[in-house]
DNA sequence: GCATATCATAGGCCGTGTCTATGATGGACC
DNA sequence: GGTCCATCATAGACACGGCCTATGATATGC
């Protein structure tokens, strides 16, 4: 496994124009390196240089390895660099649950173009589980996801808490109700949204009244699952934040589930820093007006 | 110094979430793992995870690390790979003595723009020593300089030969003669072309023949070296090829230096691969055309 | 509170990168 | 043509350090 002083070694024979003062460049001896460049050109499978005396010269192969060599090089310095020194981030690395409405982010991506003082942004769509471990591996910076109150694990801001509700179409014979039972919906088609992080005790709640339901979609998207309810195909159990024009969302009796939506920071960023750029005081004011508008 | 199995010790704890997964994953022990990373650390000079138990977090220099460390195992990947196959260059780097007139250069590339079956290009321009120390390097691909006949380093391809001559003001007073002797010029002020490869062959020339003149310039550049002649600052000597409308270019008598222009071809090169592209064809009859017509 | 998971520490083994010493080869120079 | 000097390669010894097993410290979960 091609290791870094073989590297440097190879490069200061390209930079000195011979294996004597390489060496004394990589502070060894010229034995060292000889055997360090002959196995450089073992691993590679082929020779590196061309040694006629008095000089030597790259190989095809040694001059397009060279290029490689000295980026990596350039590389570790400066990764060895900028572990020291505090950059600030420069873009916001945002993770996003998947139940929640894909239309917020949408707006909220849209007008962000307007605010003063916001980061570039990268959206990493995910649930919860997905996000939580994002998070801890420092690949996302935010997420905006479920806040529970035993994760003390992140630092967390809450935002809002909603219900969840049936999703109906508008032309359903129940549309005009307020709350139906579990039980009146025995004979309907259901769509699974598989995402669901309430999935297991949507299920729960059916069959524990005795509702079977046949599943006509199971989907990994809100906005599918909207479009099925939308056309009739059959009805299911979301988010109460989900709204449209084409379905009717009432209450589900004896469906208590809530869940609290809010932001998680990483434990590797700053936050104060964060709230400083204005991006995320701009995403929860978004979410924020979504919720109540919506 | 920091080494590549510490980046591969990162990578996988990042990647494993922990670090006894990371450990079976680098195929070594736990502890070794272990050590591994805390070495890491005290070269980085600050922790890179965060160790709570149950899991390990990236700190914010962790996660700026880690952006290099992967940039770097893939950047290896590749350099082992790309040492192996024949890739094709895809840009022709060539290196341009600087005694040979811009114009051609700039004519060739203008007109390269047309060439079917070219090659992105790259120039570099240099001595006759720095190109050859490029072309040893394999920094350069082919070089555009003087060949020698006692030069067999590099496959050549000679293009033309010609020699030198002084270079007066078309206002000079010997400007309509054919041939000069250094005595004439013994008055003369004189611009010192002090990239030329025959210089201190011209300088020996004049004071062999008791003439010193003073310098009024020392230039880097032929085109700057002929704007001075053209404005009557001083006179020179120069290689033929060079021509203007404003300065005209009289033998320099018992001056019998020659060179001879062509290309170099570095070891490391394809030669026939580089004259089926068209690129260095076209550019041998570029040169070849510019010396007939200049 | 025991079982289980985590990461850290200690001490010894051994691979390998390093050294010095020497050889092989090919100009340069008289 | 022989000597000198430069080049890189090879051989054998040493020792640093990366690796192991064994054990400890600490927190979580049933």
Redesign the interface.
Known sequence: ?????LLRYFLAV?DA?NFSRAAAQCNVSQPTLSVGIAKLER????P?F?R?NR?V??????????T??R??EA??A???H???E??PRTTLRLGVLVTIPAGWIETFVTRLGDTPGRLPIEIVEGRERDLI?QL???RIDVALTLVRAESD?FAAEPLFEEGYALALPASHPLAGRHTIAAGELADNVMIVRRQCELLSDTSRHFTARGVRPFFAARTLSDERAIGYVRSGLGVTVMPACFRDPGIVRPRLADFAFTRTIGLLY?????RTALRGGATLTALADEVRAARRGG
Chains 1, 2 share one sequence.
């Open positions: 496994m091609m290791d870094r002083y390209i124009g691993q590679a499978g082929q590196l061309h006629t000089r010269e790259l190989t095809a192969a040694g001059a397009r390895f060279a490689h060599a980026r990596i590389e570790f400066l990764a060895e900028v572990v020291r505090a950059v471990e801890s591996r420092g694990r990483g434990a590797h960023v700053d």
